[in-house]
């Protein structure tokens, strides 16, 4: 059983940053691809980053390209999510997922909410 558990999000102003993490625990993910994904009330959900189990990144939305980047510690299990220049419109519950590549992702964190004021 693997278990994916973000943390990190909260309640931040217009400019802030704020780091996501997302730890991974149970079995090995040694070969997955982490994805960081994003839904807002009443949209759906928006792929943001992923990066596979050599390091290399993939970049989703245009609209978090330059502000948001991914990384991974192998070590510690854990991917990030470090979110600069956070604006309202980045409110939304953040979840990471891993998958033995892009086109399946088998496992799902719950979310944590980020909520950013202007």
């Known amino acids: 059983q693997v278990q994916l558990v973000e943390s990190g999000g909260g309640l931040v102003q217009a400019g802030d940053s704020l780091r996501l993490s997302c730890a991974t625990s149970?079995?090995?993910?040694?070969?997955?691809?982490m994805g960081w994904f994003r839904q807002a009330p009443g949209k759906e959900r928006e792929f943001l980053a992923r990066?596979?189990?050599?390091?290399?990144?993939?970049s989703g939305a245009t609209s978090v390209k330059g502000r948001f980047a991914i990384s991974r510690d192998y070590v510690k299990n854990t991917v990030y999510l470090q979110m600069d220049g956070l604006q309202p419109e980045d409110t939304a519950v953040y979840s990471c997922?891993?998958?033995?590549?892009?086109?399946?992702?088998?496992?799902w964190g719950q979310g944590t909410q980020v909520t950013v004021s202007s």
């Open positions: 997922a891993a998958g033995p590549n892009s086109n399946s992702y088998l496992y």
């Open positions: 990066i596979d189990w050599t390091g290399r990144i993939t």
């Open positions: 149970g079995r090995t993910l040694a070969g997955y691809t």
